[in-house]
């Protein structure tokens, strides 16, 4: 009985809740970041899932597995796009300086960070095998920043001026690493009891999938001239893709990048198609926010103070990365800028992705921990991020 609840539940959330997400208007001013940025779902899911009413038990979250696959896959995909060749060549050569160096220093600060608090944590500890995935899935989750925050704040005619400018390229790119790293955990893990490819053998096997993919979607919408008939090519192409992934053992975010940025750089810039695709966007980020939200636990006291370490640490790494890094820039945007790594404090599906991902390829009880450090740091990260931008890009500090 709880089963069918759980999926009528799902079902009515996400039919709903994706209107909510293109529409935040439809909603008051109080509640409009809150539903806008997903954390409403991804609190229902929490509410839904062992650590609230139970209505989500192991039963649902398995036969949803699949399409949290695909979920992962398109996520990635979404990043992909962004990579067009046209668009990443007229970027200074700073901003990249600036991107890369402050996603990384992040990393380094956060993964450092929790290999000193780990040894001093009650967590469950399995020995370096289970150590050094779980210190590279918080570091990577980390060393991002959520798209959707900030083109949310673009809207805002608050948020102006060179903070908006910087903040909205290297958003876009600086996942690049965090999906680098995650395609690597996916190249060396062995799975217990699964054929699956030799560990040399994956990468190019990943490139060849998400190369391929990205033309075959792009070759099929041009084909092809009705939004409705688009549309269902995309969400087979996304099926597709992550049946795949899954089927070779390979990260379904990694090939999904890979194929999102062949797709943008095939043929001409369709306005048409690129809104085919963002189409989907809505519908399926609900849903995933409301599976990730029920695979949330916490068993552990320690878990909540962690997570609120996990986000300090990674504001910390931010902030400093970002003024260390934006010097070489600065004389393209005329402004010092001291705190604009408080303008990349978002997170939301990368770092989720990444997360979930992380979760189903290591089973265990410290892969359960780490999994909700990650969602209480990522909730923390989203109340504040928003207000926190604004007060940046003004100046009010």
Known sequence: MKSIIGLVIVGIVVIFGSRLVERPGAVSDFFKRFFAGGLAYLLLGVLLGPSGFSVFDENIL??????????????????????RWMDLKKAQPSIYV????????????????????????????????????????????????????????????????????????TVSLDDMPAILICGLLTFFAQIPGEPSLDPLLRPPAAIFLGVGGGVILRSMLNSVAGGQTRLLIVLGGMAFGGGLAAYFHISPIFI?????????????????????????????????????????????????????AYFLIRAAGKVI?????????????????????????????????????????????????????????????????????????????
């Open 256 to 308: 999904g990048a890979i194929a999102g940025a062949a797709f943008a750089n095939i043929g001409s810039h369709d306005e048409k198609v690129f809104t085919i695709v963002h189409q989907t966007e809505s519908t399926m980020y609900v849903l995933f926010l409301l599976l990730v939200g029920g695979m949330f636990r916490i068993d552990n006291y320690m878990l909540p103070i962690l997570g609120l």
């Open 62 to 83: 398995t036969k949803f597995s699949p399409v949290t696959t695909i979920a992962l896959y398109w996520i990635g995909f979404l990043f992909g796009i962004n990579l």
């Open 98 to 169: 600036l991107m890369l160096g402050q996603s990384l220093f992040t990393f380094f600060v956060v993964a450092l960070a929790f290999r000193y608090i780990f040894s001093y944590s009650h967590l469950p500890m399995l020995g370096a095998q289970a150590l050094v995935p779980a210190l590279i899935t918080l570091a990577a989750c980390a060393s991002g920043t959520s798209q959707s925050t900030i083109f949310r704040l673009i809207n805002d005619k608050r948020f102006r001026g060179p903070v908006a400018r910087v903040a909205a390229f």
């Open 321 to 397: 990365g970002n003024y260390i890094f934006l010097a070489p820039a600065r004389r393209y945007i005329n402004s010092p800028m001291p705190l604009f790594g408080l303008a990349m404090l978002s997170q939301g599906g990368m770092a989720l992705a990444i997360a979930v991902h992380y979760r189903g390829l290591f089973p265990s009880p410290l892969s359960d921990a780490v999994f909700a450090v990650i969602i209480i740091g990522v909730f923390i990260s989203e109340l504040v991020a928003y207000p926190l931008a604004l007060r940046v890009a003004a100046k009010e500090f």
